[in-house]
């Protein structure tokens, strides 16, 4: 198994474990694919959820860039009950995480049809 793998699987358990959720194993594979290299980055893999800047670029980058979605309000209630849902007090909030809850709760998994 490589590193990637292992990423996916660590991925998968927080979403069964922290978040209460079954993961589609194909769109979580897609959406870390989509991350490229930072999740082998510690610093990069992590969203730091208590910092505004750091989830204005989480919709930014993610939500309007990649997903393709229009700039509103819904998006930052979007971001903030996927943190709410992996759970406020959890430190390690991975990036691939968090990407793949915006993607289902927007209904967004076409764009990585």
Not at 38 to 50: C, E, H
Not at 53 to 77: A, C, H, Q, R, Y
Request: charged share 30%.
């Amino acid at each position: 198994m490589g590193k990637r793998d292992e990423w996916i699987e660590k991925y998968a358990d927080d979403l069964k474990n922290k978040c209460g959720m079954t993961p589609d194993m194909d769109l979580l594979t897609k959406v870390t694919i989509g991350c490229g290299p930072s999740i082998y980055n510690a610093d990069a893999q992590t969203v730091a959820s208590s910092q505004q800047s750091e989830l204005e670029l989480v919709k930014e980058n993610f939500l309007i860039k990649k997903l393709g979605m229009t700039d509103s309000p819904d998006l930052m209630d979007g971001i903030n009950k996927a943190v709410e849902t992996y759970g406020k007090s959890e430190r390690n909030k991975y990036r691939a995480v968090l990407y793949y809850m915006l993607t289902k709760h927007f209904g967004k998994e076409s764009v990585y049809g």
